[in-house]
């Protein structure tokens, strides 16, 4: 580990560039972090698809959502269920915790709570938040999440690494 001193080189609402000796990182400013939600309905997976503006295309992910953007006291819990809720109209009676991970950990020090959640009931469209998100709930057989990834891809949509958990055969149940 580098004993050099974390210097900020930039600070935005949600992420920070630093340097700590010659290694530039980002992170997410304020201590916000995030979570990924693993849901099933009807024995189909549940995925979204959303404008992400850093790759200049819609992006095909699983829910997910930011852990104190807007309550420093949220919880990773509430969020998911909160999150699955706005984002895809699904409800959760219980959300179980998978453990900690970080997606690209050479270039952002973010890390994400991967979550499961238990016994979904539709609530709502889903959609996001009007006027700010555009997002297409999908929901796929997990025996043809492959094939449909491989369709999104071919419509020029972004695949999140995410989805490896589900494309490698992941215990989901």
């Not at 010659?22 to 972090?33: A, G, K």
């Not at 179980?96 to 009931?121: D, K, N, Q, W």
Request: aromatic letters at 6%; hydrophobic letters at 40%.
């Amino acid at each position: 580990m580098s004993e050099a001193p974390v210097e900020t080189i930039w600070e935005g609402r949600f992420v920070t560039v630093k340097r700590r000796g010659t290694w530039e990182y980002v992170s997410r400013s304020r201590d916000i972090r995030a979570v990924v939600i693993l849901a099933k309905h009807d024995r189909k997976v549940v995925l979204v698809e959303q404008e992400r503006i850093p790759i200049g295309r819609r992006c095909l992910e699983l829910p997910a959502g930011l852990i104190g953007d807007e309550d420093e006291n949220a919880d990773v819990e509430d969020t998911a269920v909160r999150e699955l809720e706005e984002e895809t109209g699904f409800t959760a009676e219980r959300i179980e915790r998978i453990g900690e991970f970080y997606s690209s950990p050479g270039m952002v020090s973010e890390s994400f709570t991967l979550v499961r959640a238990h016994g979904l009931t539709r609530v709502g469209e889903g959609g996001g938040v009007a006027g700010h998100e555009d997002i297409t709930v999908h929901l796929v057989e997990r025996g043809a999440i492959a094939a449909f990834v491989e369709e999104r891809r071919a419509a020029g949509v972004g695949i999140d690494v995410r989805l490896l958990l589900l494309l490698g055969g992941a215990p989901f149940d």
